[in-house]
Nanobody, 125 residues
């Protein structure tokens, strides 16, 4: 059974940083795409960044470019999202999600078969 285990959320002041991790367990189908999504209260879940199996990253919005950095450690089956210069508007539940090689690595949430439980990021002004 495939499971995604997230960690690293927390509460910080504006300008602070956090390191979010997502470790994949039980996936034995080869390559995959990992997406980080976030959902603020009352809002739709939105994509933050996608990272391909080869490590190519696609940041979904200009609001996170230059502040968020995603990386992948294939040996550890872990994807890390470094979030820096945090703003109150970054406050949300952050989710990692995995799309298998048979799926499209895209912003479409329906392409992601496996989701983590979410980790809360709260930024105070």
């Amino acid at each position: 059974q495939v499971q995604l285990m997230e960690s690293g959320g927390g509460s910080v002041q504006a300008g602070g940083s956090l390191r979010l991790s997502c470790t994949v367990f039980g996936y034995s189908y080869g390559s995959y795409c990992m997406g980080w999504f976030r959902q603020a209260p009352g809002e739709e879940r939105e994509v933050v960044v996608l990272i391909n199996d080869d490590g190519t990253a696609n940041y979904a919005s200009d609001s996170v470019k230059g502040r968020f950095t995603v990386s992948k450690d294939n040996a550890k089956n872990t994807v890390v999202l470094e979030v820096n210069s945090l703003k109150p508007e970054d406050t949300a539940m952050y989710y990692c999600a995995l799309a298998g090689w048979w799926r499209s690595c895209s912003n479409d949430r329906s392409q992601y078969d496996y989701w983590g439980q979410g980790t809360q990021v709260t930024v105070s002004s």
